[in-house]
C-alpha cells in the first residue's frame, strides 16, 4: 500500500520549534523521559517532516546503473553520513573498501555470483567489521584488547550493518540507487584474499551504487499490524498467518515463481529454491572458518 506522503505537515508546532532552539544546550541535562513533556510537543499530530521519510517510504532496490560516476566529493559526504552512524562504544570497528576501479570490480564479481550490478555500478562498497585497527591502537596505548570472540564480532556486526544503512539512506536522499549484496558473507573467505583483509577483518555486506538506469514498482512489505508487537510479542496462530501473508501471496509475480518452479506455495519458493537448508548450512560453514581463521573464535 503506498502511502500519500505530500500532504504531510510538520508535527512539532512553530512554537515548540522556538522552544527546542533556544532550549537546545540545556537538553542535556533534561531526563530524555521528560523530552515530550518539556518541550510541549504536539503528539496528537502524526504528521511529520517528510524528506527523509520520504526517502524511506520510497526505497526500491537498484539493480541496473547509468555509467554516470559518482563526484568524489559527493561519495566523501556520503561515506561521512555513513560512518556518523551510531556505533558501540564509538569504536567504530568497521572498515569500508571502497571499489570504483574496472578491474578491481571485475575481480570481485565472481564472488558476487557474478551480479551485474557488481561491474555495471559506478562505485561498489564492502563494509567489514574491522577489530584490526582498534587492536591495533589498544597494543600502541599499552591497552590489552579482549576482542578475538564472537560478542565483539556481532556488536561489529552490528555497527558495520548500520553505517551501511546510513550509506544507503544518504545515497538514496541524493538521487542515487542502491543494492545490497548477501553473496558477501556466502563467499567471505574469497573476498577476504581480494580485498586483503588481514585478521580481526571480515567483510559482511557489499552495497552497489549509482545513478538509477531503471524504475522498479515498489516490492511489497508485510503489513505493520503483522510484524509490531505492542508491550509484548503475541504469537501467530493459522489465521494470522494467513492473514499477514495474504497480500504477498496475491501479487501476481509471486504466483509466477511458484509455476516457473513447479511449486505449490511461496513459501516452497523460499525453502526449496532461493533459501534451502543444504545451501544455508554450507554457507555457515564457509562463514564460521572465517569466522575462526580472523580470530573471532578464540
Ligand atoms: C542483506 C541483504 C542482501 C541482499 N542481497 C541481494 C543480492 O545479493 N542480490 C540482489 O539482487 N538483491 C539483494 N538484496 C536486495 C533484496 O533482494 C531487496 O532488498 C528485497 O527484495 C526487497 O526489495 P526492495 O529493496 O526493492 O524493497 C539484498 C538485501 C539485503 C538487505
Not at 563526484?71 to 569500508?96: D, F, H, K, V, W
Not at 599499552?142 to 550509506?167: H, R, V
Request: aromatic share 10%.
Amino acid at each position: 500500500m503506498q502511502h500519500d506522503i505530500s500532504q504531510n505537515t510538520q508535527g512539532i508546532n512553530a512554537i515548540t520549534k522556538i522552544r527546542i532552539i533556544f532550549s537546545y544546550h540545556s537538553l542535556f541535562r533534561i531526563k530524555f523521559c521528560n523530552f515530550a513533556v518539556h518541550f510541549s510537543i504536539d503528539t496528537t499530530n502524526t504528521k511529520i517532516p517528510q524528506a527523509m521519510i520520504s526517502t524511506l517510504i520510497n526505497h526500491r532496490t537498484i539493480r541496473k546503473y547509468k555509467s554516470t560516476p559518482i563526484a568524489p566529493e559527493l561519495l566523501t559526504e556520503l561515506l561521512e553520513a555513513s560512518c556518523r552512524a551510531s556505533n558501540t562504544g564509538n569504536m567504530q570497528t568497521y572498515s569500508i573498501i571502497v571499489s570504483t576501479d574496472t578491474e578491481k570490480k571485475k575481480a570481485l564479481a565472481p564472488f558476487h555470483f557474478n551480479q551485474a550490478m557488481t561491474t555495471q555500478a559506478p562505485v561498489v562498497l564492502t563494509f567489514c567489521v574491522d577489530f584490526n585497527r582498534f587492536n591495533q591502537w589498544c597494543l600502541l596505548r599499552k591497552a590489552e584488547p579482549g576482542y578475538g570472540n564472537f560478542l565483539s564480532f556481532s556488536s561489529g556486526l552490528i555497527d558495520t550493518i548500520i553505517a551501511a544503512q546510513n550509506f544507503c539512506i544518504a545515497a538514496e536522499s541524493k538521487g542515487l540507487g542502491i543494492c545490497y549484496l548477501g553473496t558477501t558473507t556466502y563467499t567471505a573467505d574469497k573476498i577476504i584474499e581480494q580485498l586483503s583483509l588481514p585478521n580481526y577483518v571480515v567483510p559482511v555486506t557489499t552495497i552497489t551504487v549509482g545513478y538509477a538506469d531503471e524504475e522498479p514498482a515498489q516490492e511489497d512489505r508485510l503489513p505493520l499490524e503483522g510484524i509490531v508487537h505492542y508491550e509484548s510479542y503475541k504469537d501467530y496462530t493459522a489465521a494470522t498467518i494467513e492473514k499477514i501473508y495474504a497480500e504477498k501471496e496475491a501479487i501476481a509475480k509471486h504466483k509466477q515463481f511458484i509455476a516457473e518452479n513447479s511449486k505449490e506455495t511461496l513459501a516452497q519458493v523460499f525453502t526449496d529454491i532461493r533459501y534451502t537448508k543444504a545451501n544455508n548450512e554450507h554457507f555457515s560453514k564457509v562463514l564460521l572458518d572465517v569466522l575462526k581463521k580472523q580470530g573471532f573464535w578464540d
